[in-house]
């Protein structure tokens, strides 16, 4: 797993290095990226808008032919779309720029994942998935600080320019060492989802569960973006900016924020593994899951409720949050299927988290004026607290069928 694992992982967070530092700066940046405020949330949600038809045909791609023919190009198109974000100035340029990336990270998501379900047997299946998640923060924290660092240094173009050349070496690594997974195991010797099912469902049969354990799993994937990577990603910029204004605090906007996000982002590489290897261990993954969502909870209640201890604790518990939830969620999807229809639902599941992540900064900005960021960010504790009723009663059923389990099999 490590060959696979490490080529694969760098190649992902090297290609986030300009989406990361876009949504770190462009707020805060806009006369550099030669557009108008109002432009904002369009330009950070279009690249997932997109993606809501890129995912299917990813996945179905991915079902049908080698991973690496269709992952290695991807990468070197998301070099290109930070590329344009250096050369270009305006609107128009950069929504191009947008479109592009979100057809590379179709191709980088979709298939990371589907090549690490490939390798990973199902007892391991929530550490790797994690694992894999991990790389994924480490590309959004470097893209987040040191974006927001070499902004406030360098400037915005010289910044993407960085970027473009990062994504661009991971495309080169990643063709020299990732390995091959469509058939890294026969499936004869793979697990059944049957035999699965009754660690990550409940031991309900295969035919029915399985699907309902796909779309709980998608929309939980579809909560957590839009949260965590589309309302606080695209508004956090703006809520430190009014706490260095009301504190007097003298700093660099980008820094600060770059900083909180990258804080934010290196908690959840930690929670992220730990949730799967957590939920490996438990032969429950529903109860990880119940826990990750109550935190949910928590954090946007306390970013809600605004001031500086707030902010970093609210941050801090929804890392913590995000990081698991994104992880059990691919999991979820891993044990719900098998190896024949695994591009296609990871597909879906990233379909899902694209929706509320492209959703989520338009939402955002066209609600800022009427309701402010505090109500905004009530509605999103809603949001995941709504998620949890569904997932406790799935945690309680597997807890009250857990002893009748035991006794059939003799255990």
Known sequence: MGRLLFPLGLGTALSLMGDATLYTVLPTHTAEAGIALGGVGILLGVNRAIRLFLNGPAGLAYDRWPRRRLFIPALFIGALSTAIYAATHGFWPLLVGRLLWGLAWSGIWVGGATMILDAASPPERGRWTGLYQTWFFV????GSFGGGVLTDLLGYATTMWIGAALTAAGGVFALLLLPETARVRPRAAEDSVEHELPRSTGGRRRGRTPNRTLWLAASLQGVVRFVAWGVVSSTAGLLIQDLLRSYSVAAGVATVTGLVMAG???????????????SDRMGSRWTVVGWSLATGVV????????GPAQLLIGVSALAIA?????SLATTLTGDAVDRSQRGRAIGLLHTAGDLGSAIGPSIAYA?????GLPT????????????LVPVLRIAGRQRRARPIVSQNTGA
């Open 299 to 306: 954090a946007m209640g306390l970013l809600a409720w605004g």
């Open 376 to 387: 905004m960010y009530l509605i999103c504790a809603g949001l995941f607290a709504a998620s």
């Open 322 to 326: 995000g990081g698991g939830l994104q």
């Open 139 to 142: 590309g959004a924290a470097l």
């Open 264 to 278: 934010r982002t290196l908690l959840s590489m930690v929670s992220a593994p730990l949730a799967g290897t957590l």
């Open 367 to 371: 609600l800022l004026p009427v309701i």
